[in-house]
């Protein structure tokens, strides 16, 4: 039974005959596509650009990714709802501060008339 040492250094020879492996297939697909010489030049610059998909626009398969994008489009609509009603609530204060104080003023032009007789 190995002990821990050596199945550290087992894990880590595997990874790194994985990521060899890896390496040496997607150069090797590379060669074949370019090194074939029927390839026309713009075909060998397409063949070499990478096409890096949209996260925004894609499909997320992951659920914890899914669950972290539902919260935060709720999270968004939550708080566009909220400054929307702050906006309606201050809109109303404004109203009934200026009625107050236009019933104020007039309640306090009546009393100083009277006041003055």
């Not at 890896?22 to 610059?45: F, L």
């Not at 890096?52 to 919260?71: F, H, L």
Request: charged share 20%; no cysteine.
């Amino acid at each position: 039974m190995p002990t821990l040492p050596h199945k550290l250094l087992l894990g880590s020879a595997l990874i790194a005959l994985a990521a060899l492996a890896h390496a040496a297939d997607s150069t090797s697909g590379a060669s074949d596509a370019t090194g074939s010489g029927a390839t026309s030049p713009s075909t060998g610059a397409a063949a070499t650009t990478t096409v890096v998909p949209n996260p925004a626009n894609s499909a997320a398969t992951d659920p914890y990714v899914q669950r972290r994008e539902a919260a935060s489009k709720a999270k968004a609509e939550y708080n566009a709802k909220k400054k929307a009603a702050k906006e309606d609530y201050k809109a109303a204060k404004q109203a009934i501060d200026a009625d107050m104080k236009a019933s104020g003023s007039a309640a306090g032009a009546e009393s100083s008339g009277s006041s003055g007789k």
